[in-house]
């Protein structure tokens, strides 16, 4: 059985930087791309960020190009989203989740398990 554990959300300041981490286990971590995404109140469920399987193609939503950057350890069976300069629109769940193949996606319906999302609040 798969299991995907999002960690390190929270409340920061706009401007501020916070690292999500994603834990899996039950599969062939390094065979499959894992992507973010977030939700935020009263939206729907968008991309933030995908990366292939061995960590060497990235994708990323325009809102957050240069600013979030996605990474893998296969070692560690862990996907993260380091998050700097953060703003209030920002805020929102974050879900990580594991593809379907090696290459990521952006589309939602690549992706086959979902962890339960950790809240991360921009706000002064």
């Known amino acids: 059985q798969v299991q995907l554990v999002e960690s390190g959300g929270g409340l920061v300041q706009p401007g501020g930087s916070l690292r999500l981490s994603c834990a899996a286990s039950?599969?062939?971590?390094?065979?499959?791309?894992m992507g973010w995404f977030r939700q935020a109140p009263g939206k729907e469920r968008d991309f933030v960020a995908a990366?292939?399987?061995?960590?060497?193609?990235?994708q990323y939503a325009d809102s957050v190009r240069n600013r979030l950057t996605i990474s893998r350890d296969n070692a560690k069976n862990t996907v993260y989203l380091q998050m700097n300069s953060l703003k209030p629109e920002d805020t929102a769940i974050y879900y990580c989740?594991?593809?379907?193949?090696?290459?990521?996606?952006?589309?939602?319906?690549?992706?086959?398990?979902w962890g339960r999302g950790t809240q991360v609040t921009v706000s002064s």
């Open positions: 989740a594991s593809g379907t193949a090696y290459y990521g996606s952006r589309s939602f319906a690549q992706y086959e398990y």
């Open positions: 039950g599969r062939t971590f390094s065979r499959y791309a």
């Open positions: 990366i292939s399987g061995n960590g060497g193609d990235l």
